[in-house]
T-cell receptor, first 110, second 117 residues
Framework: DAKTTQPPSMDCAEGRAANLPCNHSTISGNEYVYWYRQIHSQGPQYIIHGLKNNETNEMASLIITEDRKSSTLILPHATLRDTAVYYCIAYRDSNYQLIWGAGTKLIIKP | DAGVIQSPRHEVTEMGQEVTLRCKPISGHDYLFWYRQTMMRGLELLIYFNNNVPIDDSGMPEDRFSAKMPNASFSTLKIQPSEPRDSAVYFC???????????????FGPGTRLLVL
């Protein structure tokens, strides 16, 4: 089963924009891209999702390339509380369940 | 809504004992998921229910694990007998549906940290 490709870790300075990339080059045309994050010792938290168009909510923005082979999650003004593992999910297994990869560990530095 | 509720938050038990984890999904959600998370294997789906009916339990590691959902507001995951390798964080999640988009968004509980000695 295909998994998305994300860098294992990234750093970002507090107050700056954090841009987290994700590759999903074999995504199907009708599959959504979801982003979740997991702060240490907590359950995963939904951030945003999209299909084709760019999306924005109170937490983040999601930029999906026109060919849908990759996407970028943008946290516009990162704070220390944004330190977490960020999961990009775009594939399903044979039972139509979301496939969770290893994610990107984002560390926000003061 | 209070979100997905799980209990207990922490459980320490000895090998061979029975362990029961509990979950209350968000009201109105038709799907309930049980996940296990370890450092080695990451987040793994164990089983999921639709309208209280188990749909896919292919992720359940072995017969020692069983899950039930007697009604729309309660589910249990039971391990009997427990083994040290079952030590992990167990998450329960719920969603409105599986159709994709906002309805498919899964909301996770805080997890139960299980340690089997």
């Amino acid at each position: 089963d295909a998994k998305t490709t994300q860098p294992p870790s990234m750093d970002c300075a507090e107050g700056r924009a954090a841009n987290l990339p994700c590759n999903h080059s074999t995504i199907s045309g009708n599959e959504y891209v979801y982003w979740y994050r997991q702060i240490h010792s907590q359950g995963p938290q939904y951030i945003i999702h999209g299909l084709k168009n760019n999306e924005t909510n109170e937490m983040a923005s999601l930029i999906i390339t026109e060919d849908r082979k990759s996407s970028t999650l943008i946290l516009p003004h990162a704070t220390l509380r944004d330190t977490a593992v960020y999961y990009c999910i775009a594939y399903r297994d044979s039972n139509y369940q979301l496939i969770w990869g290893a994610g990107t560990k984002l560390i926000i530095k003061p | 809504d209070a979100g997905v509720i799980q209990s207990p938050r922490h459980e320490v038990t000895e090998m061979g004992q029975e362990v029961t984890l509990r979950c209350k999904p968000i009201s109105g959600h038709d799907y309930l998921f049980w996940y296990r998370q370890t450092m080695m294997r990451g987040l793994e789906l164990l089983i999921y229910f639709n309208n209280n009916v188990p749909i896919d339990d292919s992720g359940m590691p072995e017969d020692r694990f069983s899950a039930k959902m007697p009604n729309a507001s309660f589910s249990t995951l039971k391990i009997q007998p427990s083994e040290p390798r079952d030590s992990a964080v167990y998450f329960c999640a719920s969603s409105l549906g599986l159709a994709g988009g906002v309805g498919e968004t899964q909301y996770f509980g805080p997890g139960t940290r299980l340690l089997v000695l």
